[in-house]
Each structure stands twice: as C-alpha cells, then as structure tokens.
C-alpha cells in the first residue's frame, strides 16, 4: 500500500515515468484490489475495518483512472485477451462491476466507480466485455443514478456511461430500457440539474441514442414524457453552448424522424431550430440535423400559420431559413450531408412559400441560390443523395420562377442531368429526380430537336432499366409529353418546321419502343391516376403515326385502355382520354364478342355518369357510332346496357338548345342506327315509357315502334298509368292504338290511385264514340264518378290541330339519316359505311330546336332535306316513299288528337307480313317502278280536317255509366262545366248500379233527355220529379225496391213520357193508389210485382196507352181501362173471369191472361175489338169455348192458345188452323 500511496502522491511527470513498466503496475494495483476485496469480505464477516477499507478501494481505482487519463494506452494493456476467470485475479472489468454491485450503498466509491467505467468504456474491448458479463452494467449505473439522484457526479459519469453504452448495445435493447420505464432516470437529470451543462449535456446524449428506435420516440413524444419540451428548454437555457445545440437538434431531427410533425410545431420546435442555424452556421453537424429538421416540419409550419391570425412581416421573418440555407450551401460545400439536408429545405420552402422565389437572384436583396445548389449538384455529381436533393429544388424553382427556368437551360442544365443519369444508371432515385427537373426545366419551351432525341432517348432508357420504379415511370412519361404533345405556349418556329419535330419525336419514341414502356406501365400501375393520364395522353399522340394502330392493337392497347376506364369511372379526364383513344384503337379485326360487351358496359357507364360533360359524350358517341358501323349487334348490348337512358337524356338537352348542332346530329345518327332495329324499337319505347319521356315515345311511335308488344311484365301504358302523373304520355300511347284489354287494366290502377286527367282519356279511349255521340262507360265497374272524369269525354269549342313537336322533328331527321344510308348502300355496295362527320354534318346538320320546340323545324313540305348537295335527290325519293308517307299519317293522326291510330296497309308493325322499315325503304329506293304517293296524300284534305273536326265539335247524346257499381251522382249534378255538357244529352243509362236515389238537380239539368234507364238499382221510392223533365220519353225504373205502393200525384202531367216501366220491383208494390195522368203514355210495364189492386180509373188519363203489363202479380180485378190499349199482358195473376173492361176494349190486339184462374172464355160476340189478332189463354180452367155465335168476329186472330185447360167442349164453324188446344 506504500507503493500505490507513494504513486498516486507524485506528480504527473513521475507517473509518466513509470508508463513503460504499466503492465508491471497494473499487475501490482491488481493484487492491491485483489487483496482488499478478499480481506473487505472477511471484515465484512468480522465487522471490522469497513470503513478504512472503502477508502483504499477508492484509492486503487484513481490511481487506475490517473493512469488512463494519463497514457490512454493503459487500455491496451489492462484489457488482454486471455483475463478471465481461471486466472488467479479477476479481469479489470469484473472487479469494477463487482465493485459498484458490492458498495452500491457507498457514494464515495460510486463516483470513483462510475468514473473508472467511464474510462475502461473507452476500450471496445473492455466495454464488449462488460455487456457480455452476467451481471447486467446497465443496471448498477441505473441504480447509482437512482440511489443518488442529486449527486452531481454520479448522474454526469452515470450518464456518459449510459451514452457509450447505449452506442454498443442493438435497437432491440434499446427499446426494452424504454419499455421498462429506464429512460425516466435520465429524464430526471433536467430537473435536478437544469442549469448544469456538464450533466446535461451526457444526458442529452444518452436520449439521443434511445431516441433511434422508432417505438422509443413514440414514447418519448407521448404525454407523459414530452421529451421535446425538455430538450427546448435546453436549447433555451444553453443558448451560447455550441455542443448543447448540436446535440439538441440531432435529437430533435430523430423526434422528428416519428412523424410527430404537429406537436412538434405547436410546442415552437421550429423557432429553436431556425435560431441555431443561424447562429451557429459553421458546425456542419449542427446544420445537417437542423435543415433536415425543417424540411421535415416545413409544411405543417405553413399550414398552422394558415390557422393563425395573419403575422406581421418580422415574425414570418424568424422562421424563415432561406438566407439559412444559402450560408450552409457557402460554407459546407463539400459536406455532402449539409448540402442535402440545405437542398431539401429549401425544396419545402419554396413549395410552401410560393412567393419566395422572388428573392432568387443576382440583385439586390436576393440570393443567388439557383447557382448554388447548381454547383452542389455538379461537385458532388457522384453523390445521389445531393442530386435528388439539388434536383428537386431546382425543380420547384423552374416550375415557379420563368426566369430561372431560362437562366438553368442557359446553363445546360438539361446536359448535365442527362450526363448524371448516364453515371448513376441503376439508379431510380437518381432517375426520377432527373426527369422531375428536365419536367419542368422544359415547360414552355420547345428544346432543338437534337436536345429532344438525345434527351428522350435517356428518358426511354430510364423508364426500360427502372420499368417497375412507379415514381421513375411517372416522371418520365411526363417528360416524354412534353416533347410529344407540347402545349402552344411551346411554339417558337413556323407551323410546318413545329409540326415536323414533333412527328419525327414520335417518330423515334414508337421506333425506340415507347409505346411498349407505355402500355407496360398503364398495366403495372393501372392503381395510379398521374400514370394512367399520362399513358393515355402519349398513345393517343403515338397514335397518329403511321402504322402505330395497328401495333397498338396487336400489344393489346384497346384492353389496357378498357381496364383503365373501368378503374376510374369517376375521373372525367381519364374518362375522356380514354374514350377519345378508344375512337383510333376499335377496328373491325379487333372487336370479338367479349370486347364489345366490355366496350358497352364502359361506354354505357361513362356516358351516364358524366353526362353533362359535352366532350366526354362527344368521344363516347363517336366511338358507339364507329363500333355500331362494324357491327350492328352492339345496338343490343348497348340497349341492355340502358344506353337509350343516356341517349333518350342528350337528345332532351338538344330539344332545349343546351348542345351545339355538331352533338345533335351525333346522337341523331346513333339513335337512327339503333333504331334501325325493331326489336329494338320496342325495348326503348318501353324505357321512355318508364321515364316518362313522351318526345322519345312519340318519336319511337313514328318510327313503327310497338306499343302492344309483350314486355316483361305488363302492357306500356299500365306502367305508365301505374306510376301516374303523365298524362301526356298516355295520350301518346292511346293515340297509338293500345289494346282495349291494356286500357281497361290501366284504368283500373288509375281510379285506385284517383290521376283524373289520366282516368279521363282512359275513360274517353274506352267510350267516346263520336261518329254516334256516345259515351259509353258501361260495364266498368268503376265504382265512383268524378266530375274531372266526365268533362273531358265531351268535346269542347273547335281548337286547331297541335303544331308539330320535337318528337316528330326527331323522327324525320332518323328517317332522313336511315335514308342516307340506304342510298349509301346503293351506291357503294361493297363498301364499307363513310362516318364521316364532316360530310354527314354538313348536309345533315339539324335545324332545331327552339322555344316553342319545333313549330317551324320542318316545314309541311316535303322538302325535308332540302339542305345539302344531295337534297334533290332525296325530295324526289322521300315525297314518293311509303315509309315517308307512313310517318305523315302518323304525325297528322297525334296532331289531330285522335284516340285510335288505325293502321294503314302499308305500316308496318307487330304481326305485320311486311318486311322489316328498313328492308322496305331499301327495296323502294333500289326499285325504279315503286308506287307513287303523292304530295297532296301526304296531309288532310282540308275537307277531311273539317269534317273530322265538326264532328268532335257535335254534342254527345248518349251516355252510358250502366255497370259501375254507383252509390250516387250527386257529383256530377253539381259541376257547372259538367252541366253544360248534360244538357245535350239524349239519352242517360245509369242501370245495374248500386243507387238509392237520382239528384233532382241532375233531372233539371237533363233537359233535353229523351231515354233514361234506372233498372237494377236500389230505388224504394219513385223519384215523381222524374216526370217532370222536359223531354222524358222513356223511363225504366224495374228492378229496384219501390213499394209498397205507388202513387203519382193526380195533378203531375208529364206530356212526353210514352214508356214507364215498374217491373221487378222485387215484389213491393203492392197497389197503385192513385190514376195516372199520363197522357202521351204508351206502353206500361207493371209486371212482376205484388199487385193486388188497382185504383178506380187509374189509367183513365193515360189516353193514349197502347200496351199494358201487368204480368206475375195477384190481380183478381181491372178497372177501367183506356180505349186505345192494343195489348194487355196479364198473365200469371189471378183472374177467374175474363174482365169485362177488357171485352169492351175497341182496339185491342193481343191479350195474354194465361196462367190465371179463369173457368169461361167469352166468345166473340162478347168482344167489341175486331182486331183482335192474338189470344193466350192457356194454364187456366176453361172448360167451354163457345165460337158457334159471330164467329166472323175473330176473322183476323192468328193465334189462340188454349192449352192446359178443362176444355170439353169446342163449339166452332172455321179457322181450325188457328186454334191451338
């Protein structure tokens, strides 16, 4: 102990002097430590000595650490290979751990202890052994730490032992301290030592190395740590302290790194940082960390301040790095990592600060930072990194600023990327960020043709080596368009010499394949948008080359286009690139079956949804017409597709002039097409019936179309009805001659959901008769009578025929193009269909359509395709053309309103034996002999339209509402319109309802009514006021529940009634009580009732009753009755005697009294009629007939009918013949 003593008493000159024998010495402290531990053990035991003993160890390991700090090389010797366990004395490292495990408690030899360790880590040796150790360094240093937390020493030497230690351990460690809630030890040293740089500054790099692993920033940015409030405070507090900032910003950059962009900012992370760049602008370490920092943050700094309230210019001034970064380009230009940390800085500055480019220069108050990241590009021209950094801030400067966009293509730029891409040719990064800037550098600007080939050839060369780098691909696609599709800003030299540099680029780009890098990138990254418009926009411009259609299909070009549509059918640009490609790629070899399914199925759907987008409809309907040229069959699948949907919605928009003429006669001629099809016809009539389109109906209807083919479900016009409200429609539809069964389904529905104006023209199709004057509604079951229902069935005041309307317009132009066609076809056979748009629209183009749609579209001429320089020939061929003269008809058949359209022998339509419109009309164009109709049979005579008008003009006479299951009419006796209307009325048949009563108002009102039936009701009065109408001449009130008697008030006098019939009044009346003043009544009919009485003289005022009917009743007797009846029925009573009033009838005729009771029949001498003609009494109990007496009588009787009785004896002279027994 002397002899450590004595050393570590000397001077440092003393200890030097004894360096070259260190092994020696350390052996000798060796055994020192050695010795004191065995003998600190047995004190241990003793209790002897523990203290005196501490103090040596502290002694043996200063002198250990003199030594290093003094000759560094002390380390070398002290850490040999062969230490270990089977040596006689522990290993260096051994005895320290056991040392800080052992006096964990003794703050005296912890210092020393964590001070020592601090030294032997300096070794790699020494400190690979430590970890190797089975006790664990990490934890006896985290344990003096946390046993002395306010010693000064042992929190500095604890945390410089945690950094050099952390360094050697992997990430995986790293984590499981933080996990284990270890770093909260270090965290601990801020508080208790805020001012003290010295422990600081280890503890902020011992955070450092935590923060590597990303798990462990997570939680260091988490609440509970907020490690970046510490380490701004540090910053704060240590302002002056180069090393503080330094290591502040590395750990700030890993913070960083964790993408906690937001929090950061809140909490001022930027400001601290901007302030030690600038201040210390020469520590590349510092600079490096710090600029890749606010790239990192540049963008949520820009977007918080848009938050905030607006700041004055000095504050936005603080957070501004530009000057920053210009200095950091000066200083550190051969820093590689300062240079590309300050590049990407400015990259984000200038994105998001767009106004700053302005400061870029060689004037006043501006940086020349072009020419700086310039030449850090070119000096490090090996360095990727620097030239994806330098590249893309030049990049945005071009794209910003015009002048630097100049100043760089002046400089050659554009050479010296290319001549970077040639070194670094594996390389994608390099490859993207040099087609970023030659992107921009070039915009506006059309390069020398020479500077193009060479610069597409090693942009095609980069998309060939890098074909699955998406960002590469994309950024060169871009360039590529520039040199194929260059925008008119680009041009700065004649149309010609321009147009001929761009055709020998794409030349070049399909001889170099491009084309094959282009299809190949649209399917690799068919999920990235920028690439798909791209791709698009080049095949389109390689497209134009001679022969590159045909490649193009044979690469599978039209698929490739096909599944891009189908990926974004909400990008309209994508969309419209693609449609407008599709138009070059479909030919005839190309379409199969599969294809234009798809092709149907895209179209369709893009049509649909982008409907209000005129170029987008322009490229679909160009590419549906040419498909539709090589294949009629697509018309179907279009059509299953809903594709009359979109083309039913254009041709509305071109009815209001929302669509320029070009687009009209497009979707003209690809309606005409379909509608070439009959089969087809039908099912689009169908949908414009669905969507209530009565233009596209009418249309259709004229063009031959169906409207009672079968559908899927039920007929046109119960759809129709059946979702109401269109009245229009089922005009159209009646007009058309729909089944009678179909309207009176229709009706049905319409009275359940109560459309009037609809049940009205039902009502009106199903029973206006005008040629009669009939409305006959019976039979309907109807229910119900609304007055809305009625009025229209009436004709109203003379109105002139409709004007002609869109519908018709449109079927004439079809018509007018399907003939095109066909004279097409005859003059080119063997040919195939021109669709040429500038030929077709410039004799073709439409004449429509204002407000009011078509009054003048076309004239009543028959010059409908006077236009033209074929219009001659069409006026000849279309005036003598039965198809022409078939739509004619039609159009003036809907004018004129007619509720059935009748068929002429020519049209041609369902279960027609014609051949199909268009094989008709071609057979009449190619025929020289066809039949000759003419210009005069085209329209009304004007004798006809007058004729036919003055009979809808007529009033109506007759109106059956029989059958309907009527309760009451009170309704129709209120309406005044209605009243108008009625007054006319002849005749009013209301039997088989369900009535209890007739409105008086309605008989009033009824003032001209002849005929009035009323059977088959519920009556159970009579209504006298009946009798009291004007012209009531006929009433038949049988079959109701009248009783149970029947009176007439003696005074009433009805002078026009000549037939009343009380029959079948389920057996309730059971008398007439009072006579009848009935004088112009001829024919009563009281049968089948339960009459057992008549009234003195009841029918002695009906002077001119000729026929009585008293059948199926219980008349035992018969008053007087009138002198003029000519026939009596009164069978099926109860009669025992012929009555005498009977016998004394001057006139009579016929008399039937069969199946009653009578015993005698008088012969005829007792009859004063000689006219009689006809006597029934059979079914009765006659047993005498006496015709001996003034048998001459019966000279005129051709019947006699007697059977079914008693008879015994027959007393005659003549007319055998006559006589049936």
Known sequence: MDLLSFFCSQNSLCVCSVASSSGRLYVATTHVLTFSFSEHVSSESQGIKTQHLGSEWSMGWSLLCKLIEICPSTLQNIALKDVGKDWEVLGVHQQILKMLAVHKGNINLSITGLKTLNLLLMSDVIAFLLLEEEVDVFSLVFNAMHTFPKNEEIQQYGCRALCKLFEKVPEEQLT?????????????????????????????????????????????????????????????????????????????????????????????????????????????????????????????????????????????????????????????????????????????????????????????????????????????????????????????????????????????????????????????????????????????????????????????????????????????????????????????????????????????????????????????????????????????????????????????????????????????????????????????????IATMHVLATVLVSTLRRFKEVTEIQMHGFHAILSILGFSPCFAKLLINESFDTVIFYQMSMCFTNQRDRQFQSLCCKCFAKIAENDDLKNMMLEKACVEYNSIMAECLLLLGADINKKTKTSSLIYQVCEKGNNPKLV??????????????????????????????????????????????????????????????????????????????????????????????????????????????????????????????????????????????????????????????????????????????????????????????????????????????????????????????????????????????????????????????????ELHQNALINIPEQLCENLKCLTYLDLHSNRFTSFPTYLLKMNCIAYLDISRNDIGPSFALDPHLRCPTLKQLNLSYNQNKISCLSSPMSLKELKILNISKNNISSLAENVLMGCTKLELFNARMNALEIIPDLSSSITTLKLSQNCFINVPETILLLPHLRSVDLSQNKIISLPGPVHWKSLNLRELLFNHNQIGVLDLSEKACAWSRLEKLHLSNNKLKEVKFMLLQKYIVF
């Not at 260091?220 to 180069?242: D, T």
């Not at 490096?288 to 540049?298: E, H």
């Not at 590009?377 to 100049?406: D, G, W």
């Not at 109506?956 to 299951?965: A, C, G, H, Q, V």
Request: glycine share 4%; net charge negative.
């Open 731 to 988: 005009e159209l539809l009646l007009a058309n001659g729909a089944r009678e069964q179909d309207v009176r389904s229709a009706l049905t529905i319409s009275i359940k959901r109560g459309d009037s104006q609809i049940i009205s023209l039902l009502l009106k199709k199903l029973s206006l008769d005008v040629t009669n004057s009939s409305i006959c509604l019976g039979g309907f079951g109807i229910g119900r009578l609304e007055p809305s229902w009625l009025i229209p069935l009436f004709p109203d005041k003379l109105t002139p025929p409709r004007k002609q309307n869109a519908g018709s317009a449109l079927a004439r132009m079809v018509l007018k193009y399907q003939m095109k066609n066909i004279s097409e076809d005859r003059s080119e056979t063997c040919s195939d269909l021109n669709f040429s748009e500038d030929g077709m629209d410039k004799n073709y183009d439409w004449d429509f359509i204002s407000d009011p749609l078509v009054d003048t579209v076309f004239p009543s001429s028959d010059d409908i395709d006077s236009e033209g320089s074929e219009g001659s020939l069409f006026r000849k061929k279309k005036s003598n053309s039965i198809a022409v003269a078939d739509l004619h008809c039609r159009e003036l058949a809907f004018q004129r309103g007619s509720p059935t359209l009748p068929r002429h022998s020519y049209s041609v339509g369902p279960g027609s034996d014609y051949e199909p419109l268009v094989k008709q009309r071609r057979k009449l164009l190619l025929s020289d002999e066809h039949p000759r109709i003419s210009k005069s049979s085209l329209h009304l005579r004007s004798s006809d339209s007058l004729s036919s008008l003055i009979s809808e003009k007529e009033c109506i006479k007759s109106l059956d509402l029989s059958s309907n299951e009527l309760e009451n009419i009170d309704a129709i006796s209120q309406n005044s319109s209605l009243t108008s209307h009625l007054e006319h009325l002849d005749k009013l």
């Open 176 to 592: 499981e301290f933080v996990e284990s809630k270890d770093h909260m030890i270090i965290l601990e040293v801020f508080k208790e030592f805020p001012e003290k740089e010295e422990v600081i500054l280890p503890a902020l790099y011992s955070l450092h190395s935590l923060a590597g692993p990303c798990n462990n920033v997570e939680v260091l940015m988490s609440g509970n740590v907020r490690c970046y409030n510490v380490i701004v405070e540090m910053m704060k507090s240590f302002p002056n302290s180069e090393t503080v900032q330094e290591v502040c910003c590395c750990l700030l950059h890993k913070l960083t790194l964790g993408n906690f962009f937001n929090i950061l900012v809140l909490h001022k992370v930027p400001e601290v940082i901007v302030k030690a760049v600038k201040t210390y602008s020469e520590n590349a370490k510092l600079q490096a960390a710090a600029l890749s920092c606010l790239a990192l943050l540049t963008e949520t700094i820009f977007l918080n301040r848009d938050l905030e309230e607006r700041k004055e210019e000095e504050e936005e001034e603080k957070l501004c790095w530009l000057e920053a970064c210009y200095r950091a380009l000066e200083l550190h230009r051969k820093n590689t990592d300062v240079l590309e940390a300050a590049c990407w800085a400015l990259k984000n500055l200038f994105l998001y600060q767009r106004s700053l480019h302005e400061k870029i220069g060689d004037g006043d108050n501006q940086f020349p930072i072009d020419r700086a990241v310039m030449l850090s590009m070119l000096m490090h021209s090996s360095s990727k990194e620097v030239f994806q950094a330098a590249a893309s801030t030049l990049a945005i400067l071009s794209q910003q600023n015009v002048n630097i966009r100049k100043t760089l293509l002046a400089k050659g730029i554009h050479m010296n990327v290319l001549e970077i891409m040639r070194k670094h040719p594996h390389s994608p990064e390099v490859a993207e960020s040099a087609c970023r800037i030659l992107n921009h550098v070039f915009e506006g600007s059309f390069p020398h043709l020479d500077i193009m080939t060479v610069a597409a050839s090693e942009v095609v060369k980069a998309m060939r080596k890098h074909e699955k780098s998406l960002s590469v691909q994309l950024e060169a696609l871009r360039v590529l368009l520039h040199f194929m599709m260059p925008g008119n800003s680009s041009r700065n030299m004649g149309d010609a010499a321009f147009t001929l540099t761009v055709k020998v680029i794409k030349s070049q780009c399909l001889l170099e394949g491009t084309h094959s890098l282009v299809l190949g990138a649209l399917n690799r990254f068919i999920g990235n948008p920028s690439i798909q418009r791209c791709g698009l926009k080049l095949l389109t411009s390689v497209a134009e080359c001679t022969g590159a259609l045909e490649i193009l299909t044979q690469q599978g070009a039209t698929d490739t286009v096909l599944h891009t549509l189908q990926m974004y059918p909400d990008e309209q640009d994508i969309q419209s690139l693609g449609l407008s490609l599709l138009l070059f790629l479909i030919t005839r070899k190309s379409l199969c």
